[in-house]
């Protein structure tokens, strides 16, 4: 499996943020990247590094620009008008991994972080980034390709800037869910791991082959998912969490 990653630029606060939790540190930014880095590979992934991209300020977080699939891969096209430029340099470099690139046309729009893989399945998140047309594109993409699809509408729940922020896929029908979402019809039938409110940041982790990544300091949720046997590299994503990040964001994971 590859990991693409590409390191924040020294105009990382520029980019897109809700300004909650202050400004970032790029000093501290660059380190706790490099170790989100070293966990990848920790982990059994090699990595494609990109380059800064001082164009796009948002542009470590590099989920954002295209859905990849086993079978598939489509490039979104971002809900903030200041990340489309983003497509362009993804495109060539997932031209490497893919012989035919699906692409989201205007006038829908999508962030990667609003899609969240269940295996065969897909929960499709519609928010302010992802609109109700770039949703559909891309559930006729994926049943193209024998996937099965659920929208999941986010718009006016607080907290969640993007369907990711509250959900994440561990593998054996088991989903990690915020309160904002643990009632809705679409995760009926799976096993929820529910997060506590004050936790619900971590909520944003990642399965990675034998290990779960999962944000630092929130011991309630870590020591929920170590009682059900799951191996945990715990990050401290500060710095990302104030430009509204999280740890699925940092990554397009590639399968091998």
Request: some cysteine.
């Amino acid at each position: 499996m590859v990991a693409i990653v590409r390191a924040p630029g020294s105009n990382f606060s520029l980019g897109e943020t809700s300004g909650l939790y202050g400004q970032p540190n790029y000093q501290i930014a660059l380190q706790q990247h490099e170790r989100y880095c070293q966990a990848l590979e920790y982990c059994g992934l090699t990595l494609t590094r990109l380059p800064p991209d001082m164009a796009h300020p948002d542009s470590t977080f590099v989920e954002d620009t295209a859905i990849i699939t086993p079978r598939c891969a489509i490039m979104s096209r971002p809900g903030a008008a200041s990340r489309l430029g983003e497509i362009e340099d993804m495109r060539k470099v997932l031209r490497g991994f893919y012989s035919q690139l699906h692409e989201i046309q205007p006038p829908g729009t999508l962030d990667g972080g609003d899609i969240c893989e269940a295996g065969e399945h897909f929960f499709i998140g519609i928010s302010d980034r992802t609109n109700q047309a770039g949703a559909q594109q891309l559930a006729n993409v994926l049943s193209d390709y024998g996937y099965t699809h659920d929208f999941v509408d986010i718009r006016g729940l607080a907290g969640l800037l993007h369907l990711k922020s509250g959900i994440a896929y561990l593998g054996e029908n088991r989903l990690m869910l915020v309160d904002a979402l643990i009632d809705h019809p679409a995760f009926q039938g799976y096993e929820v791991i529910r997060v506590d409110p004050q936790e619900n940041y971590a909520a944003n982790c990642v399965r990675v082959n034998d290990h779960v990544l999962i944000a630092s300091a929130y011991p309630h949720l870590s020591a929920r998912l170590e009682q059900l046997g799951y191996r945990l590299i715990e990050l401290d994503m500060s710095e990302f969490r104030k430009m509204d990040g999280g740890l699925s964001c940092l990554s397009l994971r590639i399968p091998g």
